[in-house]
């Protein structure tokens, strides 16, 4: 039996891990490996032994069980290693390179979807049609091909991305890791599981409001838990229900709106398909697009637009436009400097 399982290159711990998309895992402050818990499972990611990290292949090891054959197929599944990434990538470079050159989607079009609620674009015409190219946007896709997208727990996205609406990284990461500690299992004596719906529904308002700290959030997750539990069946097959089906579902339970559901069928149910929008996405996109005055496009015209440009390939181009803000972003200067004296270090967005 293996003890490692091989990522395969290139590979970007940061963006994949500390991005925003998942928050449990950590980054090691001796050296450059990373650790996170995956459903019951510790892992570690620990770097390639060439001295250039991005050629190589980063080793998955388990720190809390032996990696059996099962365990490895649970963590391809989550890192998501069956995916041809390298073409994903090309397809999203192609897309948001056209539209930043020519404000208009690339010649390739996708196949229009049966079930989606809204009819298929006149193939005549493009969303990205009225609005007029980039002039200055020049980002760095090299710097982007390591990016690759997690498959979740579906339950721990719903609740992160719930206590995500106007918070911050740093303090999502330790209400979920308090969370877990008060109502998960222990894994080792420092790592716990995240809590099943029926172990959060069980808590009272108040020990989340005080003790995990999620604040005016409270009410809202012990309903998400509650309605959750008492409809699991529902919910643990809900991978089957069409996307715009399961996004109804998701839009009418407690504390998910429009911006929170997409990021729950993106990250949690894993499709592609879904394009969540927020204030740095929305920024990324109208600069890629040359459309960064007034009036601004209502985002239902960003979603029709992003469907129509990136088709399956929508949810890894919306994790390329959050990266590209967050390395974008105007920094403020400090108090007192002038104005040639050096950025302060880069922080991550807030979240939606």
């Known amino acids: 039996m293996t003890d490692t399982l091989l990522l395969p290159a290139p590979f970007n711990p940061d963006l994949t891990l500390c991005g925003g998309q998942a928050f449990r895992w950590t980054k090691d402050p001796a050296g450059p490996a990373y650790q996170g818990v995956v459903a019951d499972m510790v892992v570690r990611l620990t770097p390639p032994a060439s001295s250039d990290a991005a050629s190589g292949n980063w080793r998955i090891q388990l720190l809390s069980h032996p990696l059996t054959p099962a365990r490895q197929r649970q963590l391809r599944v989550y890192f998501d290693l069956d995916r041809d990434y390298t073409a994903a990538h090309q397809a999203v470079v192609a897309r948001l390179t056209a539209l930043q050159s020519h404000g208009q989607r690339p010649e390739t079009t996708f196949p229009a979807d049966d079930s989606a609620d809204e009819p298929a674009n006149d193939p005549k015409r493009s969303p990205a049609d009225s609005f007029p190219a980039a002039v200055w946007f020049t980002p760095d896709w090299h710097h982007l091909t390591g990016l690759r997208l997690l498959r979740q727990p579906w339950f721990e996205v719903m609740v992160s991305f719930v206590i995500s609406s106007n918070n911050h990284l740093p303090r999502i990461r330790q209400i ?5 500690r008060t109502f998960g299992h222990p894994i080792t004596p420092t790592d716990y599981s995240f809590p099943t719906p029926e172990a959060l529904a069980a808590a009272c308002p108040g020990t989340l409001r005080h003790t995990c700290r999620v604040g005016y959030r409270d009410h809202a997750l012990h309903q998400l838990a509650t309605q959750i539990a008492h409809n699991l069946t529902f919910w643990e097959t809900a991978a089957a229900c069409p996307t715009p089906e399961l996004r109804r579902h998701l839009l009418a339970l407690p504390g998910v709106g429009p911006k929170v559901a997409e990021c729950i069928l993106l990250f949690g149910f894993h499709r592609w398909e879904a394009f969540p929008i927020d204030v740095w996405v929305r920024r990324a996109l109208l600069t890629c697009l040359g459309r960064t005055a007034a009036p601004p496009p209502a985002n239902r015209e960003l979603a029709a637009l992003a469907a129509d440009t990136f088709g399956p390939f929508a949810g890894l181009a919306q994790q390329y436009l959050f990266e590209l803000a967050r390395l974008h972003r105007p920094h403020r200067p400090k108090p007192g ?12 967005p807030g979240m939606m």
């Open 176 to 180: 979920i890791s308090i969370i877990s």
């Open 337 to 348: 400097a002038a104005p040639d004296e050096g950025s302060p270090p880069l922080q991550q």
